[in-house]
Nanobody
């Protein structure tokens, strides 16, 4: 059974940092380009960062460039998102997603206070 489990979210003050993890079960994560998305309160889904299968290329949303870093460990079947200099507008539920698949995890809540 395919499962994606995000973790690492929490409550942090502005300027702080968090590291999100996404562990894949039931499939080989290295097969897929991966993307972190977030759903902001009252808004739609937004692309945060994306990474190719080997990690050779990364893409970031304009609002997180220079602050967030996406990485992957294919041996551990895990995707990461290092988030620094967090802002209140980063408050959202964060999801990992293997591109071109129907698979989504339950998400992890990040709340940033001012």
């Amino acid at each position: 059974q395919v499962q994606l489990v995000e973790s690492g979210g929490g409550f942090v003050r502005a300027g702080g940092s968090l590291r999100l993890s996404c562990v894949a079960f039931g499939f080989t994560l290295s097969t897929y380009d991966m993307t972190w998305y977030r759903r902001l309160p009252g808004k739609g889904r937004e692309l945060v960062a994306a990474i190719t299968t080997t990690g050779g290329m990364t893409t970031y949303g304009d609002s997180v460039k220079g602050r967030f870093t996406i990485a992957r460990d294919n041996v551990k079947n895990t995707l990461y998102l290092e988030m620094n200099i967090l802002k209140p507008e980063d408050t959202a539920v964060y999801y990992c997603h293997p591109d071109q698949t129907p698979y989504w995890g339950q998400g992890t809540q990040v709340t940033v206070s001012s």
